[in-house]
């Protein structure tokens, strides 16, 4: 008895550098089905073979100016309304069950809302097959002449396929068919269920034609659900208890030693036919969780996973029997999947275990979207970032298609109608952003060594051996007649014998003497047999000697060698851990040196910004020093300028003054004459008092030059008192003087001054609390060409909140004038004296006072 091999799912390829791995974007396809009603409301427009457009409903407004926004989505291939089950099955799931004969792994998914014809695309409906039954029908027609016995191969608990030999196998089926109490899966030949016969009709058939006749292939179903974040096996044969009923218990997910994920302890049926196949489907689907919603009558509460696996091994060199090495074994598998759709509560009305059931969907489905989202930006970005698989089963349980096992292809089903238009855009939404998510390409498997053509070869082998067996008439090889005309001719002949005399004693000598000659040459023939056998039988013994040493070698070797093996695999896993390590390194420094570029990047644009910035700044800070040179030259020209004009004016007013006081002198003088005469004309007895001299220019001018520009009048002659309005600030008040930063210092002869002022440059609540009066000086520019200073004043009184207000009341103005300027009109004095200039800053302040009050302006002395 040999051995039996083992086989495993294949091993995931080593890592590669990323530009060396062909990537292909996840499949996306989608399937529009037909309205409910004719008079219902579309919202879904098929415009081209991969375009669909999509309406927003009437009522719904798209943006805030109430116009509608229709927006395109792009897919592989569109299906419309009209597309049959065979037309949808031939471009997408036709490949796929190629791969999986090919050795290549698939992942096929319907997604969309819930009522969208996820279920009907998957299972189908009678004589309207679905993927799943047209999937399973193209695999048994194409492997059919080809598939192994029962129990030639034989799953194990560890995602792993073991091939037994033909006797284990022989065993195994008896036992199966001994056993009653176990119920058997349909055979072959039986009839057909007229259920499923209807589904797929015999001008749909099809197989695939790249078939490798060198290999025995068998097929083996599991049938799970995902319902609640929980997996359980719609295909196991739990115990049923009247009294004490057990839930169905669910299972868990586990890694095997190839970083492939399986459901632990699943049950795994092989199957022989479509109909035993199906037949185990339908088994499956009695126990899947369905309910009534208000959107659908039959609403799926579960993700469903159909999983067929194809285990394959090749023929030995003489194309009977399995080749009993597990290193040529393949196990590739096609999982179908349904998702449970999309739902909102607000619509579905759902409570209970129908709320937490749709919770529980939309979460597993945002999972779903997450992991998208992540996988596309890692791939566009370049970045690192962990997938969060295990947030889900679902996505847990295929993450191995995603980091590329095998094709992934999805198909999204739209209903058309108004009222699934908001889940529909989130839909489309998910599905544009999945065709951007790459996976890798799956490697081909290795080619076995043996020769084609082997299971041909000993079929016609067979076949010329059954027609020379039918020839001959038996199954014996020893009445071959070549051999035996071969003995007899080497015999001797027989004598003629023919008696016609009872008496004759010649003929009978004759043949008593051949036939004893015949029966000596027997005996040696057997004599020289028996020493040949005896020859051949030592022969054989020693034979066995020398192979019995020789597999004693060979076993010496062979422990030797699985020795070396174990010390290989251990040196492949740390090589690969390695290489993981490694790779991760390569990331990792990859995205060093983008951060690194990034930052140096911004470094540089930094110091050219900085550098800009400085040679604008040094160009700003120069301008400003040729401007305070120029106005520093300018402010030295103006200063000498209004210097000399002051100085001049000056003088003038020196001089005008001087003239002014000596004619009031003599008239003084002549007054005091005529007051003295008259005194004393009335009165003879009193002395005349000598005539008053009068003073000399000299001591004239230099009183004159002793006196201020405003002489006090003599004490003889009593002062004249203009009428006029006394200025405010000339009070005994306490005044804030606030003088903004931005005046200018006029370098004048007379300035305001106010006594018991606190002077500010802003205002503030402080200062105001301490005074009674506020003044405000004010400057700007005249019509003249020169500065204007406004002396703006007003009342400080308290408010209601606490807080200090002003109230102004009049406006007093300073204005300086050039007595060279064109509008000034000259005078003429008297006739002694010189041409007078008016200059208000020479004379008196003249200033223009206006009132809140309705004052009128009077002129200041």
């Known amino acids: 008895m040999q051995r039996a091999g083992k086989g495993k799912t294949p091993r995931r390829p080593g890592p590669k550098k990323a530009s060396n791995i062909e990537k292909d974007p996840v499949g996306v396809y989608c399937r529009i089905r037909p309205l409910g009603a004719e008079d219902e409301e579309c919202c879904v427009e098929m415009i081209s073979s991969s375009t669909i457009q999509l309406h927003p409903p009437d009522g719904l407004k798209a943006n805030r100016n109430g116009e509608y926004k229709e927006t395109q989505y792009s897919f592989k291939k569109v299906f419309g309304i009209n597309t049959t089950q065979m037309e949808l099955f031939e471009d997408v799931s036709k490949p796929l069950v190629d791969d999986l004969i090919h050795c290549k792994n698939g992942l096929l998914f319907t997604y969309g809302v819930t009522g969208s014809g996820k279920t009907f695309t998957m299972t189908g409906s009678p004589g309207e097959g679905g993927l799943l039954p ?18 030639v191969f034989k799953p194990d608990d560890k995602n792993g396929m073991e091939i037994q030999s033909q006797v284990d196998a022989l065993l195994e089926r008896q036992k199966r068919d001994s056993q009653q109490s176990v119920p058997k899966t349909p055979s072959s030949r039986q009839k057909a269920d007229p259920e499923f016969a209807d589904m797929i009709s015999s001008e749909e058939a099809c ?390 570029g990034m930052y140096e990047q911004d470094k540089r644009s930094l110091q050219q910004e900085l550098e800009t910035r400085e040679q604008k700044l040094q160009r700003e800070l120069s301008e400003r020093r040729r401007m305070e040179q120029r106005m520093q030259g300018m402010v030295t020209d103006t200063k000498l300028k209004w210097e000399k004009e002051c100085e001049r004016r000056v003088n003038a007013k020196q001089l005008e003054m001087q003239n002014k006081l000596w004619v009031k002198d003599e008239k003084l003088k002549q007054l005091k004459a005529i007051v003295t005469e008259s005194s004393g004309g009335g009165s003879c007895l009193t002395e005349r008092p000598d005539k008053p001299e009068r003073p000399s220019r000299e001591r004239d001018r230099n009183i004159a030059q002793k006196r201020s520009a405003s002489p006090s009048p003599l004490p003889t002659a009593p002062p004249v008192h203009p009428m006029h309005r006394r200025s405010h600030s000339a009070g005994g008040e306490k005044w804030v003087d606030h003088k903004p930063p931005s005046n200018l210092d006029l370098d004048t002869v007379m300035q305001p001054i106010i006594p018991n002022a606190i002077k500010v440059s802003t205002p503030n609540e402080k200062a105001l609390s301490k005074c009674h009066k506020y003044i405000l000086r004010h400057q700007e520019l005249a019509s003249d060409g020169e500065i204007e200073t406004k002396l703006i004043k007003g009342n400080v009184f308290k408010t209601r909140s606490g807080g200090q207000a002003v109230q102004f009341t009049d406006i007093e103005t300073l204005k300086q004038e050039c007595p060279t300027a064109p509008s000034r009109k000259r005078r003429s004095g008297s006739a002694e004296g010189p041409v007078q200039v008016e200059d208000s800053e020479n004379r008196a302040p003249v200033a223009s006072t206006s009132s809140s009050h309705g004052y009128q302006k009077r002129r200041k002395p």
């Not at 082997?454 to 027609?467: G, P, T």
């Open 134 to 151: 047209r999937c399973l029908d193209m695999l048994f027609n194409s492997i059919g002449p080809f598939q192994a016995k029962r129990f």
């Open 207 to 596: 197989k695939s034609e790249n078939v490798d006749e060198d290999c025995c292939y068998s097929i083996f179903v599991s049938y799970i659900e995902i319902y609640n974040n929980y997996i359980y096996d719609l295909l196991e044969e739990a115990p049923f208890d009247p009294i004490r009923p057990k839930p169905p218990q669910s299972k868990i997910l586990r890694e095997d030693q190839n970083h492939n994920m399986y459901v632990a302890g699943c049950t795994e049926v092989e199957v022989k036919s479509t109909e035993e196949a199906f037949e185990v489907f339908w088994k499956g689907q009695k126990k899947r969780r369905i309910a009534n919603t208000q959107l659908n009558r039959e609403s799926s509460r579960s993700h469903s996973v159909f999983t067929v696996k194809l285990a394959q091994a090749p023929l030995d060199a003489d194309g009977d029997h399995i080749l009993q090495d597990k290193s040529q074994v393949n196990v590739s598998q096609l999982c179908l999947v349904d998702l449970a759709g999309s739902e909102r509560t607000s619509r579905t009305r759902a409570e209970g275990s129908r709320l937490r059931e749709a919770g529980n969907i939309n979460q597993s489905l945002m999972t779903l979207r997450t992991c998208m989202e992540v996988l596309r930006e890692n791939q566009m970005c370049g970045t690192n970032k962990m997938v969060p698989y295990r947030d889900s089963k679902v996505t847990h349980l295929f993450k191995n298609y995603f980091d590329g096992e095998g094709k992934v292809r999805m198909i999204v089903c739209v209903n058309p109608k108004a009222d699934d238009y908001e889940e529909t855009m989130l839909v489309m939404r998910f599905a544009e952003m999945t065709q951007e998510v790459e996976v890798a390409r799956p490697v081909d498997r290795p080619i076995c060594g043996l020769a084609a053509g082997r299971r041909h070869r000993n079929q016609a082998f067979r076949d010329e051996l059954s027609r020379r067996l039918e020839e001959r008439g038996g199954p014996s090889n020893a009445d071959d007649p070549v051999l035996l005309n071969q003995l007899v001719e080497s015999l001797p002949a027989l004598p003629h014998c023919e008696l016609v005399d009872p008496a004759d004693d010649q003929t009978l000598p004759r043949l008593i003497e051949v036939l004893e000659r015949r029966h000596r040459i027997r005996q040696m023939m057997t004599e020289q047999f028996n020493k040949t056998a005896s020859t051949l039988k030592s022969m054989l013994e020693q034979f066995d000697s020398q192979i019995n040493a020789k597999e004693t070698f060979l076993h010496e070797q062979q422990s030797k060698l699985s020795q070396k093996d174990k010390v290989i695999i251990n040196q492949r896993t740390e090589i690969e851990r390695l290489e993981k390590k490694s790779k991760t390194l390569e990331y990792k420094i990859d995205i060093l040196q983008k951060t690194t």
